[in-house]
Nanobody
């Protein structure tokens, strides 16, 4: 089992950057594939980025490709989401998610494939 705690959200102007962090508990963090999702007010939760257990395989939603980068540090049990060139439409609560997997190169982009979730961190981008 793993517990996830996000941090790093806040208010930023359009064009700015933020780095979200997700701290994971437990000693077997390296067996978990990780993902980032977001939910804007009145909208369904949507996929943002995913990474494999090793972090070498990544996948992004088209809306953030080229602007966001997912990374991880297995030694520190951390996952990051670097967000650059932020737009007002990026405003949402951002959640990190984890699922254990036997496949070192697999990533997952559907929320039902994840069974551990953080509490979320608010990101607000002003125009």
């Amino acid at each position: 089992q793993v517990q996830l705690v996000e941090s790093g959200g806040g208010l930023v102007q359009a064009g700015g950057s933020l780095r979200l962090s997700c701290a994971a508990s437990g000693r077997t963090f390296s067996v978990y594939a990780m993902g980032w999702f977001r939910q804007a007010p009145g909208k369904a939760r949507e996929f943002v980025a995913a990474g494999s257990r090793s972090g070498r395989s990544t996948y992004y939603a088209d809306s953030v490709k080229g602007r966001f980068t997912i990374s991880r540090d297995n030694a520190k049990n951390m996952v990051y989401l670097q967000m650059n060139s932020l737009k007002p439409e990026d405003t949402a609560v951002y959640y990190c998610a984890a699922r254990a997997t036997s496949y070192s190169s697999s990533y997952y982009y559907s929320d039902y494939e994840y069974n551990y979730w953080g509490q979320g961190t608010q990101v607000t981008v002003s125009s």
